[in-house]
T-cell receptor, first 114, second 113 residues
Framework: QQQVKQSPQSLIVQKGGIPIINCAYE??????FPWYQQFPGKGPALLIAIRPDVSEKKEGRFTISFNKSAKQFSLHIMDSQPGDSATYFCAASGRGSTLGRLYFGRGTQLTVWP | DVKVTQSSRYLVKRTGEKVFLECVQD?????MFWYRQDPGLGLRLIYFSYDVKMKEKGDIPEGYSVSREKKERFSLILESASTNQTSMYLC????????????FGDGTRLSIL
């Protein structure tokens, strides 16, 4: 059973648009929600992360919105650029025995047209 | 900067061969992970290790084993390679304490013929 569900699978926007990627989870023990960005030929790299004690976190043009009651979180990319074209993965992690294990969504392939 | 190095970028093997994928990290991280990445399926965890000689099964361990004899090195072993193991394999490492980012290598694209 997939622990983190991500949508959409692919997304195409024009330069300057605001792509939104959504994720949902069921496990209430999750308390850390990172997003990873992957360019072709490279491994994923941490982009931004949030904990459930805040509803929003912003770093540059990237914003995570978090809805604890709905068990959903989303990534917004403001003023998107062709260089943002990549695959984005949401993930979740919990306390205790998981020992740093991340549960990943299936990924969203974002294309930003110039 | 943390560096996770995977020994091969591309590898072609034959069905039935025993295949070794090697991963080395240089940041003294306790945790190490092996994932496979397939289109539409995202990153699926095969095995992980939180200490030398320790290992835990991930979501898809069947057909794979791992070895961690030294802290910096984590090996993935395909005991008898099959065509359905053709995939991109990614290694990652992270510190054990708290919520820390996983640092990934650039992957090994493995083809089993």
């Amino acid at each position: 059973q997939q622990q983190v569900k991500q949508s959409p699978q692919s997304l195409i926007v024009q330069k300057g648009g605001i792509p939104i990627i959504n994720c949902a989870y069921e496990n209430t023990a999750f308390d850390y929600f990172p997003w990873y960005q992957q360019f072709p030929g490279k491994g994923p790299a941490l982009l931004i992360a949030i904990r459930p004690d805040v509803s929003e976190k912003k770093e540059g043009r990237f914003t995570i919105s978090f809805n604890k009651s709905a068990k959903q979180f989303s990534l917004h990319i403001m003023d998107s650029q062709p260089g943002d074209s990549a695959t984005y993965f949401c993930a979740a992690s919990g306390r205790g025995s998981t020992l740093g294990r991340l549960y990943f969504g299936r990924g969203t392939q974002l294309t930003v047209w110039p | 900067d943390v560096k996770v190095t995977q020994s091969s970028r591309y590898l072609v093997k034959r069905t039935g061969e025993k295949v070794f994928l090697e991963c080395v990290q240089d940041m003294d991280h306790e945790n190490m992970f092996w994932y496979r990445q397939d289109p539409g399926l995202g990153l699926r965890l095969i095995y992980f290790s939180y200490d030398v000689k320790m290992k835990e099964k991930g979501d898809i361990p069947e057909g794979y084993s791992v070895s961690r004899e030294k802290k910096e090195r984590f090996s993935l072993i395909l005991e008898s390679a099959s065509t359905n193991q053709t995939s991109m394999y990614l290694c990652a490492s992270s510190p054990r304490t708290g919520h820390q980012p996983q640092h990934f290598g650039d992957g090994t694209r493995l083809s089993i013929l």
